[in-house]
C-alpha cells in the first residue's frame, strides 16, 4: 500500500510518522514543496516553538474557537502526554512555561523539526521535497494517487492532505489544501486570518514595541456586548496592537472585521484596565495621597510613577482633550481631575477596526468544513483514501500551543487511519497491475 501525505508541516510529519508505526509494509512518501520540512513550525512561538500545553486534555476543548467537539476523537487518540512523550523519546527536551506552554527546552523551534525528521527517517518514510502537488486524481469516488508539478503521476491509495492554511504564505501556506477539497466536491468555509494583530482607528506607531504586562483585556462589539476578556500582556507593533491578548480576541473579531458587507457597524471597542489589581477607590486615594505628597511636581511627572514613560504622553494627550493641562501642579489637581485620570487608567480605550493580513496571521479560521470529515478517522465523507489533517480543517484556537497540538493529534489519527484502512478489490487490482 502507498500513502502519500501533501504538505510537510505539523500534521503531515506526524501523519507520515503514524502511518509508517502502524503499518511498517507500506510504503509512506511525504512530499513537501519547499526546500525543506515544517518551515511554518519554525516561528512559532515567536521563534521558541509552543507546540502543546500542559493542561488537562478536557480543558482544551474551550480553548477552540471553531468545531471543538470534532477535534475530541483526535485528541483522545494523540493527547498533549502523548506529543511531550514523542518529543522527550525523539531527543527533543521539553519545558513548561507560563499559563501551560510547552516549548522545547533548547529554546528553538527547530528542535520539534529536528526531532520530527530523525524519526521519519528511522521509520523509512519517503521524503521528496521540492515536491509540489498540482492535482489529486480521483476515479469512482476513490483517490487513485496524485500529479506533480513537474506533470509527474504518484500512484497512491491514500491521500493525505495536510497543506496548512493560508497564514503566513512565505512558508508555502497558500491554500492549496482547499482547491483540493474543493476538486473531491468537498464544503470549504470561508476563511480569515486569525491569530493576529488588531487595527486601531488611530495611529499608534509612537507606542511601537511598547509592552503592557498584568493589564485586564475586554473587547465589545458594536451593541457593547463583552465578546473577549482576559488579563495577561499586549504589544504594540508595527500596523497595530498584538501580544497575546491581542491575539486570541482577533480569534473572535476577524470573521466580523473582514467579512463582506457591514458597513461601518464592522468595529469592536477594545477597554484596557491598565491597574486591574486595584479598585477606582483604591486608585483615587492612591492619587489624593501621591499628589498632596508631589510638591511641586506637574501632573505629568507624577504620573510617570504610574506608567511607561511613552505611554504617559499618549495618556496626557487624552486628558488634554478633557481640558486637563498635564502642567499643572499635581497637588492643586481637583477631585474631578483626579476621578477623571482613574477613568482612564481603568479603562483605556481603542476602536477596532481591522485586523493584519494573512502574512503576519498566525492561523487561519475556517478552512474544510468538518461536515465533511469523519472526525474518527479523519477521512472524507465523499471520496474513499482522501484524509486532511491539520490547519487546512476548519478548526482554531486561542494562543497556547493549542493549533498546534490539534495539527500533530489530526495528523496523528489521518495517519493511523490511513495505514488501518484495508485496501479494496478495486485497489489491490490496481496495485498489481502496476
Known sequence: MVIAVVGGGAAGMMAALSAKREDPSSEVVLLEKNEKLGKKIFITG??????TNSRDIQDFFPQ?????????PALQAFSNKDLIDLMEKGGCRCREERGGRVFPASGHAFSITDCLKRSLKREGVLIRYGARVKQIEMKEGRVQGVILGDGS???????IVSTGGLSYPSTGSTGDGYRFALDAGLEVTNCYPSLTYLVPDEDVAALNGLRLKNIELSVRNEDGKSVYKSFGELEFVPGGIGGPLALSASCVTTSVLNGKGGGSRRFFS?????????SEQQLLNRLARDFSSSGGKSLERALEGLLPARLTREFLRRLRGDGIDG????ADSSKETRRRIVSLLKDYCYTI??????REAIVTQGGVSVKEIDPRTMESHKVRGLFFAGEVLDVDAYTGGFNMQAAFSTGYLAGRSAARQPLSEHSRSRRQKS
Do not use: C
Request: hydrophobic content about 40%; cysteine-free; charged content about 30%.
Open 153 to 159: 503521476f504518484l500512484s497512491a491509495d491514500r491521500v
Open 270 to 278: 477594545m477597554h484596557i484596565d491598565l491597574k486591574p489589581a486595584l
Open 353 to 358: 477596526r481591522g485586523t493584519g493580513t494573512f
Open 327 to 330: 502642567r499643572e501642579r499635581a
Open 64 to 72: 477552540y474557537i471553531r468545531n471543538p467537539l470534532f477535534l475530541r
Open 46 to 51: 515567536k521563534g521558541r516553538g509552543n507546540f
